[in-house]
């Protein structure tokens, strides 16, 4: 199963997937270590997070002579990816994903935990046996980066004191810092000057936040995205996103929302309240307030990208590709 984020890059995605499955060790192949590794394989998902780093590779001098070990280490930041996917459904009691039973639903939550650091493991011992060094300390500040922000946001479950910086200081944490890193080790291993690699950092990190907040924004929209979204489970489940954090600045609607919020953490909510809590939100002006964050978001990745070494436009053109296939949701209208 290849992935699908860009056909354009379909050849050198297919060298990523095929070095996935090469770098898991052949006696994973056997007895139930093999029925559940096929079944995370199969489960790779778009390859989002492999595009932007063979995307910013390629701006590089070094790009031809580095692809081998760029796809290995998109492949390895693609296991790193799909290890906290298989964490978040055992934490978040998840049955499906991509509209797939989930490992912790099929196996149970303790052969997923196990199933979830087998792939941590085998991704350090590539970093280590392959000397992948600096690009390898990015991944373990992400690996860092994510656990932070999963218990920060945890920490943040059901609490309307919760703000909007702390809200990012979540959402860095579980989606915008592996962005940023697949972006600097594009550029990293390409041979890119510092501070380009960091402009590219600076590009990961708003494509990160607008792909965590068009997500936040799909838990509140009736519009099919093609993301197999449950609705309101976010809010249901204590997660106050920015759509919920606006709303709560709006002093004719807070102390209502706050009464939803309480059902809420006491599994006490009905149809009528989640009816209510859209009402709240379209009244606030909550969700356009959310949109028009993430389009500034938007707006910023496309004002570094003009700062990016221009000689490859065709690389450029397809970096503008996937930023335009991020379309934010709309609100439903009651």
Not at 54 to 62: E, I, S, Y
Not at 102 to 118: C, E, P, R, S
Not at 182 to 207: F, P, R, T, Y
Request: glycine content about 6%; proline content about 3%.
């Amino acid at each position: 199963m290849f992935f699908t984020a860009l056909p354009q890059l379909k050849d050198e995605l297919t060298f990523v997937s095929r070095e996935m499955d090469i770098l898991l060790p052949e006696d994973w192949n056997k007895g139930p270590v093999g029925d559940i590794i096929q079944d995370v394989m199969n489960s790779r998902g778009k390859g989002v997070r492999p595009s932007l780093l063979l995307l910013m590779a390629k701006l590089g001098p070094n790009y031809a002579q580095m692809t081998s070990r760029l796809y290995r280490l998109a492949a390895l930041a693609e296991f790193v990816h799909m290890a906290s996917l298989i964490h978040d459904d055992i934490v978040d009691d998840s049955v499906l994903r991509r509209g797939n039973p989930t490992i912790q639903a099929k196996y149970g939550k303790d052969m997923a935990v196990y199933a979830g650091d087998l792939i941590l493991s085998q991704t350090l011992s590539i970093i280590l046996r392959d000397r992948l060094q600096e690009s390898g300390m990015l991944l373990a500040q992400t690996i860092q980066d994510m656990c932070k922000g999963e218990i920060n946001q945890a920490a943040c479950r059901y609490k309307v004191s919760v703000t909007e910086d702390q809200y990012y200081q979540n959402i860095y944490g579980k989606t915008a810092s592996m962005f940023v890193t697949v972006c600097k080790i594009g550029g990293l291993e390409s041979g890119c000057q510092e501070s380009i690699v960091e402009l590219m950092g600076q590009i990961g990190l708003h494509l990160g936040y607008l792909f965590q907040i068009r997500d936040d924004l799909l838990d509140f929209s009736l519009q099919d995205m093609g993301d197999a979204k449950t609705m309101r489970l976010d809010f249901q489940e204590g997660i106050l996103t920015l759509p919920i954090i606006y709303t709560l600045q709006d002093s004719s609607c807070k102390e209502l929302l706050k009464e939803l919020i309480e059902k809420a953490h006491s599994g006490l909510l009905t149809d009528e309240d989640l009816a209510t809590l859209d009402k709240l939100i379209l009244k606030a002006g909550g969700f356009e307030k959310a949109v028009q964050a993430a389009e500034n978001h938007r707006q910023k990745v496309l004002e570094f990208l003009t700062q990016l070494p221009q000689h490859e436009k065709k690389t450029i053109e397809l970096i503008h590709h996937l930023l335009s296939k991020l379309t934010l949701p709309k609100p439903q209208k009651k």
